[in-house]
Structure formats: C-alpha cells, structure tokens
C-alpha cells in the first residue's frame, strides 16, 4: 500500500491497525484531516552528517547573545537534564520535577542575559539547525491541500518561528504552541509568556489551548507526529477524534526505548532523519 511503510527502519506494534487507519483517512480524505506536531528533533533533525543538531533552547547558544559562563551553565544543565529527560527506567512522575527545573533555570539564565530581540533571526541564521529532508514536501502539501498543522513545541516559539520562516515554510495553516518571550518596550528579554510548557506537560497546555482544538473540530482524523514520549499528550484537546496515527521518531538510547515506543506509538521511526513516512502517508490521504 505505502512501500515506505517496509524499510527496515520502521517498526510497528500492529501492521494491519496502522493500514486499516491509514486507509480509513484516505476514505475520509484532506477536509477531516488535521496534523499536530512536536518540534524540536521531530520536524527539525536530531543529527546531520553524524553531529547532533540543536534544539531551539540550544540555538541561543551564540556568542551574539549570551556570555561564555552561562553558555557553559546551560551546557551543564543540558549534560544534567537531559539524560533524565530520555531515561527509559524512570517513570514521568519521576522526570516532572526535574524538567520543571532544567527550564526554570535555563529560562532564568536566559532573562539574566538581556538578550535582544533584534538579533533572534542572526542567530538562527548562525545556527546549525535544519528541518529534516523532505520537510518542504510536508508543509507544502498541508498548505496545498489546506490542512492545519499544528506544531507544538516545548522549545522556544520565537525561535522556533524563526527556522520555519527562513525555511520558507511558515505557511497561513501553520498555528503555533510554544514558550514565547515576553520583551520590553526597547526589545529586551524580561519574562516567558503564559504557563511553562516542557516536555511532559503537553496534555495540560493542550487543554488550556482548548479553543483552538474547538476550532478545528469538523477534522476528526489527526495524525500525530512526535519524538518523546510525552509528545502523545498533544492531542488530548481534542473531543471528537475518529481516526487518529501517531508517528513517533526514535532518535536517541534506541535499544533501551523501542519497546516503549513501539507499545505507545503506532509507527516508530528508528534513526531516521528524513519526512519520507509521513510525507508517504499523506500523499495517500489526500
Ligand atoms: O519542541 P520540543 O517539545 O521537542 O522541545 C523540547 C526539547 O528541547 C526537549 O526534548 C529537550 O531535550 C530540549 N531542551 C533543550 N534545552 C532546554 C530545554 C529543553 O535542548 N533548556
Ligand atoms: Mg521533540
């Protein structure tokens, strides 16, 4: 059906599910169709040519805007947290307050940094950060057939808007879910907008973003793309789903999480860097 679906990186709980879904969407076609997506190491790459790429928090990490100590804090906070964030023996009960932690502080450090609005887009120019192959396939074909495409992120909405629009792919079906700056008057950084969004805490920010969800509810099917765990929370907004896909995109500690992923996502993308399965998938749909 999807010749994709057959590469030896793809691994599936129920093969016959996945089709009978996929198949199910297709029937219903692009108008009962929405698609919410996490960022950070989902639509952008985890690694290129075999270096990890950054995340939007790790795009700060620029000489433009913060000094060395707190590039080196947030390095340390990264080395501490993040082997928490992805460790498959600890239970998210465990993980909640570590993360709280890593982004109070990380954001903390941030505002102490005064950094400039102005130089957010120079930054991201400066980066290494890249959306993953085939990912102008994707937002172009959502836009085409006019599908929304909900991105949501526990990564920084500034930046996050930033890689999309100099990717050119910023398209209008594009809303997004974020943890936004809050600037002063001469475009300095001094607080984080709204409740902190990190990577466990998905299900609550979808609920507070509920009216969106409403917004969109003549779309019963959802296709769902994530790489945590916690990223199938996403779219516990919505009230009215009849058909839902999740993707999920392995990227990290394969051996020890593809049991969990593979019993919690419908489709697990091992070491994949490319958008060829969801882009597959939605060719067939719509
Ligand atoms: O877009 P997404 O929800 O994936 O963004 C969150 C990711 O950003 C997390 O998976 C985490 O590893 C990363 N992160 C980071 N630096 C921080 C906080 C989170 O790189 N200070
Ligand atoms: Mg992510």
Redesign the pocket.
Known sequence: MIPELAKASVLMRDRSRVEETIQAMQRAGPDALQVIS?????LSRFAHNGKRCP????ILDNDLLINDTCKKM?RE??NTY?PI?IDATRTVEEKLPHMVE??TS?HELLIQQKIRRDLLAQAVKQSSAMLREGYKVFFDRLQEQQVPLLIF???LGDILEEVIRQNHVFHPNVHVISNYMDFDQSGVLRAFKGQLIH?FNKREGALLHAAHFRELKERPNVLLLG??LGDLTMADGLAHTQHALTIGFLNDQVEERKESYVNSYDIVLVKDETMDVPNAILNYIT
């Not at 996490?38 to 989902?42: A, H, L």
């Not at 995340?55 to 790790?58: A, E, I, L, S, V």
């Open positions: 996490d960022f950070d190491m989902t995340t939007t928090h790790n947030i906070l990264l993040y964030e890593w982004w990380v992120s526990a990564g990577t790489d945590s």
